[in-house]
């Protein structure tokens, strides 16, 4: 996976490269200087910190919108900037590997269905378009918010987020209809 150089975001996060040292933050620190943010000591200490959010609650997902904010890590080199997406995003990078490579595999919207429970089934009929409704009610007040540039890759959620909202999103038919899915367009050159 080639990085580029320049400072990036994506979803919570926000990274600035200096030679071969990444300093990785919480988007919402982006401004504030990076002496005055708590600096983390390890990987084990980031995985305790993406654990819980501001109230102390657990986080079971990742690419939920509430990640703590007021970090710093200093990732020394590629393979340590590697550990901490994936601390932060498990999968995250795998998945933008296989999508480059144009092996990433996606059930759509149907197939993901019908592997479901049938009380699941049923609610997903009854709720009528459920893909459109989930990522319009769910993903986009979260890690779908509208970005300046539109995006090159779909969100690479780890898990069913918002009942396959994210499935329907990166099977679409073309990349003009996912244009404005932000992903790794900014941390990822082609």
């Not at 919108?65 to 900037?81: C, P, R, S, T």
């Not at 999968?91 to 296989?98: D, H, I, S, T």
């Not at 409704?133 to 539109?150: A, I, S």
Request: include cysteine; charged fraction near 30%; charge should be positive.
């Amino acid at each position: 996976m080639n990085l580029k150089a320049e400072a990036t975001s994506m979803g919570q996060i926000c990274w600035q490269r200096d030679d071969e040292t990444w300093r990785i933050r919480h988007l919402q620190d982006q401004e504030v200087p990076f002496g005055k943010l708590r600096k983390l000591a390890g990987l084990d200490e980031l995985e305790e910190l993406v654990r819980w959010d501001e109230l102390g609650r657990y986080r079971p997902l990742r690419s939920e919108g509430n990640l703590v904010a007021g970090w710093l890590f200093q990732a020394k080199g590629k393979e340590e900037f590697r550990e901490v997406m994936e601390v932060i995003y498990p999968g995250l990078w795998g998945n933008a590997e296989a999508w480059k490579k144009e092996k990433l595999k996606v059930d759509p919207w149907a197939v993901a269905l019908a592997k479901q429970t049938e009380r699941l089934q049923n609610q997903a009929l009854q709720a009528g378009n459920m893909p459109r409704r989930v990522v319009e009610e769910n993903c986009r007040k979260r890690c779908l918010n509208p970005r300046r540039r539109r995006a090159k890759y779909p969100c690479f959620a780890q898990v069913p987020v918002g009942c396959f909202g994210v499935v329907w999103r990166a099977n679409s038919k073309s990349l003009e209809e996912r244009q404005d899915t932000p992903g790794l367009e900014a941390g990822l050159a082609k």
